[in-house]
């Protein structure tokens, strides 16, 4: 799933260890658009933790799984982010991208470059 909204919070950073060694974990509370905004807490696991783009106030766009599990007969939900982008970086790309002529419109000159 993707999900483009404001980054509005930056919880505390965990760390531990487990059986597979450190392990890091950073919530972070962001915000959709729209009329009825939504505050939703999404987690970032290990390598995934960019701190640069962790900046209250940037839009974010983030894929994620969701996962519900089962504890003495409560559920209990996680928003797992496994990639996360700066919508200003996103935006950028597109652009780029959509300046380059395609390969067709491209005159053959005969020059290496």
Do not use: H
């Amino acid at each position: 799933m993707k999900i483009i909204a404001k980054l509005t919070q930056i919880l505390p950073l965990q760390t531990g260890f487990g059986k597979n060694g450190q392990w890091r974990k950073q919530d972070v509370i962001v915000e959709t658009d729209g009329q009825y905004p939504k505050n939703i807490c999404i987690s970032i696991w290990g390598d995934n933790i960019n701190e640069n783009q962790l900046i209250i106030g940037t839009q974010l766009s983030i894929d994620f799984d969701i996962e519900s599990r089962e504890f003495n007969g409560k559920w209990y939900t996680d928003v797992k982010a496994w990639k996360i982008d700066l919508v200003d970086n996103i935006i950028v790309n597109e652009s780029i991208k959509s300046d380059i002529a395609p390969e067709e419109d491209i005159e053959d000159n005969g020059l290496p470059f």
